[in-house]
């Protein structure tokens, strides 16, 4: 009987405020203007300085000469091996780099490392936009234990909106999954202990090209 009375008298104040409505009083508030911070580091730094952050291991690379060298730095430091690649334009890349990988779709459940693009770099956030209208697809950004992103500084915007913004006017149809990775997958367990990789990649490297050099 008491928690009828407490739900009508919670329906009852409900009722009342619908029907007396009162005045706004914040009516002057500007939803328009921005609620960020102004960006005042260039947004490769910005973007490096984030995704460090969160974990992610960012590599600046002034061409894509540089990118060979820095790659090939880390991948003997690190021993990867069991690299897969299945993007046509990364493919040509890796050949003419003389990098090891397998594209053979029967191979993808041994990969321990993937090579894909991105769609664009959230600077203020410091995460990738990917999407399922590239040729990796979804599962490559997902399942290996190391997930390689190799993105040029044209791809670079400052935040969600303008990536949002950028990728309407990339695909007249919009992708039928866009996601945004934040570094390395992990969660909280009991006792508060993070867990790394438990859902996805245990590390994530972004290679930024520069593309833009003049």
């Keep these: 009987m008491k928690d009828s009375t407490n739900r009508e008298k919670v ?3 409900i009722r009342d405020a619908i029907i007396d409505k009162s005045d706004n009083p914040f009516q002057n508030i500007d939803f328009e203007s921005s609620v960020y911070y102004e960006i005042n ?5 910005t973007f490096a300085e984030a995704f460090n952050e969160a974990n992610g291991n960012f590599v600046y690379c002034s061409d894509e000469k540089e990118f060979l060298n820095n790659y090939y730095y ?6 990867w091996e ?29 990969q321990k490392i993937g090579i894909t693009r991105c769609e664009f770099l959230i600077a203020r956030s410091g995460s990738i936009m990917v999407s399922s209208k590239q040729m990796s697809g979804r599962k490559m950004n997902f399942y290996p234990d190391t997930h390689i992103v190799i993105a040029y500084t044209s791809q670079l915007v400052d935040d969600m909106k303008q990536a949002l913004k950028q990728i309407r006017l ?11 990775i934040c570094g390395p997958s992990r969660n909280i367990e009991i006792e508060n202990t993070t867990i790394i990789g438990s859902h996805g990649p245990k590390e994530v490297y972004v290679f930024l090209i520069d593309n833009l050099i003049q």
């Excluded at 880390?74 to 021993?79: E, R, T």
């Design 11 to 13: 329906l009852k104040k």
């Design 41 to 45: 580091d260039s947004l490769d730094i």
């Design 74 to 79: 880390i991948a003997s430091s690190k021993k």
């Design 82 to 110: 069991n690299i897969f690649c299945v993007d046509d334009d990364l493919i040509e890349l890796l050949e003419l780099s003389k990098i090891k990988f397998s594209s053979d779709e029967n191979n993808f459940l041994l």
């Design 170 to 180: 990339k695909y007249p149809t919009l992708p039928s999954m866009i996601s945004i």
